[in-house]
């Protein structure tokens, strides 16, 4: 964030009469237009001479000595640079650390708190119960061989003798310090009939510190080398004392009492310098809801700005239109899908375009329910396009369909990138005249140069990636209703965050018929043994496939990764010479992947070998074996996928990880696997694997980061924030009251312009 001065400051140099100044926008001619912290806008001192020429300048001069007296002046937009305490280089520390502003500050929360009691001696020190110690320091020894690594000293006050250690504490090797003064907090027991303190909070003392259980409680900061927690602290606590007008409040009084939430003001005070635990906690709680409440009203304001913002055609369903679809299906539709359809069919019958999220595993039904669509908004006499991350995704889409819209008359067509010259152009011409109903291509293809002639529903399957950005570019041309379909099953706590701004429908479980898969993690030494077992199976005609994380060789130390050309080589010259094996991978001719496939769907290819290109949207009932080789490679959600290759038909299914692997995420994302087929609760487990952290990096959910709330571990408050903020954009779609003045400016603070918030400010 920028800070462009609202009026201005100037700086005094305790040493000398000059002045820097600051000056703001208004008075443009002492800004030399560089941009960046107010010192460089400056770009020096100035003498006062040339500052008395002006009146706004002279006035200017007046506001200057006011804050120079009272010492006022410190503003949310305000640089830490300009803290006491803080110049130039603290403040470049502090920018790396994500703190510009004082806003910036009061965000950065401490990670840990000290709550020390009162110091006693030693010899007071009673076993289990919490203490705090000043001592000398009068040995020190770090155990790098004991596992784990032990940092111990020996501490001595004038009543006894005390050990100290801490696990893993190597770090601590150039804190601590022989013969000087350590206050230690923690509890202490018996340990070899020596008391023993084990990993304490502590501060090395030197004899600048008057009273140094003031600096020793209260928030441990994230440091960064040459600033460390303590001068964080230092810095921060002159700030709480302008808190009140600092921050203001965001809910009136019953919403506070409703969410029995702390005022705003109470919570930064305390999350910074907590007087006791339960005020800890509930400083807490009021922040992370605040946070978590200011995503959910940016994402309630994006939503209702794509719902208000057009209008869509609205299809009409009769119990004609209804019945002519489902005769296309050779089943009947499952309860979960006719859910799903009926929450479309609701979408779809208004102007307001539909903006739903489709989601369900991998086989679950969805491409059925997208169809449903497509068939209803081709008999309200518009267009559907039927969108997939890859070439082959998007004609195992078009494949299936052929297999319900036989004999129909239904005009559908596959694009593909393949098709060039006058075939190409003329299929795109009947396009635009409205000659073909049902468009089936890659995303990449049908943004680029497609003409549609009245598009009125757009389903894009994303499979396992979250496509955030197609779906935002699609809103470029016309605005058709718009499925989402997904096959990773999104937690719901992703489903309400970074796809906060959808409608979702779920598919929770599989049509009738399915055997569920059996999933083993082979130790690489069974491999004869597994190769054995799928022979078997191979010679009960049924197909496998196996999947390798690269397509060649790479040096790697230490280990052979699996490469798919090798695997194949291997397989159909040694393992499976009786066998039809076959290689696919991505960079293979589109022709060639096409034949491939052919030949497995149709039973003449027994086993595949493959890199993921068989991750998405591959529908062949008869594979029922599904190897993956150096499994630790792959993410959970990425294995999920793969394993929901198989188990579509009504034989019994195998999935087979090879891994040898001693990483403990690994370990964990295999056991998962072994454990589990339930798709969200698999989701959720990478979600808590891999940290929510991942999940905003990219910032392209367009979401602010999040500093003290995590989406899992508040689920309950997050639940509670959604409903509060949508709740308030549907009573003040424009956050025009004036009571939502306070959420208004740190909405516009913290979105920026991402959401367009700028026009209401
Ligand atoms: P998804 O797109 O979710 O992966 P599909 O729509 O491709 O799932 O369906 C997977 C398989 O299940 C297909 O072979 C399809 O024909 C079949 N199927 C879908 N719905 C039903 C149903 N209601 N009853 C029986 N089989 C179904
Ligand atoms: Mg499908």
Known sequence: MRWIPTCAVVTTHRTGPLCRLLANDALGRYNDGREGTPGAIAGGEWDTAQIVESDAVVNMQDVVEKQLQSREGVTLSMPVQ????????????????GVCTVADLLEYFPRDWIFAPERIKIAAIKPDEPATILALVESIDYQEYRRPPIFEVVAADDTGVCRIVWFNGGYLRNQVRLGQLILASGKAGIYKHQLQMTNPKFMMLDETHAEPEKHFSGGVYPASGRLGSRQIKQIILPVLEHLDDLVSEFYDEAVLKETNLVGRRDAFAWIHMPPDE?????????????????????????????????????????????????????????????????????????????????????GSGKTVVALYAALLAIANRTQAAIMAPTEILASQHFLSMERYLKNSQVRRVLLTG????????????????????????????????????????????????????????????????????????????????????????????????REAVITRWVDPKDRRKAYAFIRERLRARKQAYFVCPRIAAVEETGREIKAATDTWKEL????????????????????EKQRIMTGFRKGRIDVLVSTTVVEVGVDVPNATIMVIEAADRFGLAQLHQLRGRIGRGESKSYCLLFAETDNEVAKSRLEVMTRTADGFEIAEQDLRIRGP????????HGL?????????????????????????????????????????????????????LADIA
Do not use: W
């Not at 305490?85 to 603290?90: I, K, L, M, T, Y």
């Not at 066998?579 to 001719?589: E, I, K, Y």
């Not at 952290?693 to 392209?700: H, I, M, T, V």
């Open 572 to 591: 159909s010259e040694r393992v499976f010479p009786e066998f039809q094996v076959a290689l696919l991978h991505g960079r293979m001719p589109s022709a």
């Open 704 to 756: 602010p980061d999040m500093k003290i709330a995590n989406i899992i571990d508040d689920y309950d408050l997050l639940v509670i924030a959604r409903r509060h903020a949508f709740q308030m954009v549907c009573a003040d779609p424009s956050l025009a009251q004036p009571e939502h003045r306070n959420i208004r400016r740190t909405l516009i603070a913290k979105f920026g312009s991402s959401l367009g």
């Open 278 to 362: 339960q005020k800890l906690d509930k400083a807490k709680r009021r922040l992370k809801y605040d946070e978590l409440f200011l995503m959910q009203l940016g994402l309630a304001l994006r939503r209702y700005r794509t719902q208000h913002s057009a209008s869509a055609t609205p299809c009409v369903l009769t119990d004609e239109i209804d019945s002519r679809i489902r005769r296309r299906f050779p089943f009947l539709l499952t309860e979960d899908q006719n859910a799903c359809i009926a929450e479309i069919v609701q979408d779809m019958s208004r102007t307001t375009p539909m903006n739903r999220l489709l989601q369900g595993d991998v």
């Open 418 to 513: 393949g098709l060039t010259g006058r075939k190409r152009e003329e299929l795109l011409t009947q396009i635009r005249r409205g000659e073909i109903d049902i468009i089936v291509g890659t995303v990449a293809l049908l943004q680029k140069d497609i003409e549609f002639h009245h598009l009125g529903l757009a389903v894009i399957d994303e499979q396992h990636k979250f496509g955030v950005h197609q779906r935002a570019e699609l809103r470029k041309d016309g605005v058709p209703h718009c499925l989402v379909m997904t096959a990773t099953p999104i937690p719901r706590t992703l489903a309400m965050t970074a796809f906060g701004d959808l409608d979702v429908s779920v598919i929770k479980h599989c049509p009738p018929g």
């Open 693 to 700: 952290g991942e999940l905003f990096s990219a910032r392209q």
């Open 82 to 97: 300009y803290l006491k305490g803080v110049g130039p280089a603290r403040a470049a520390i502090f920018e790396k650390l």
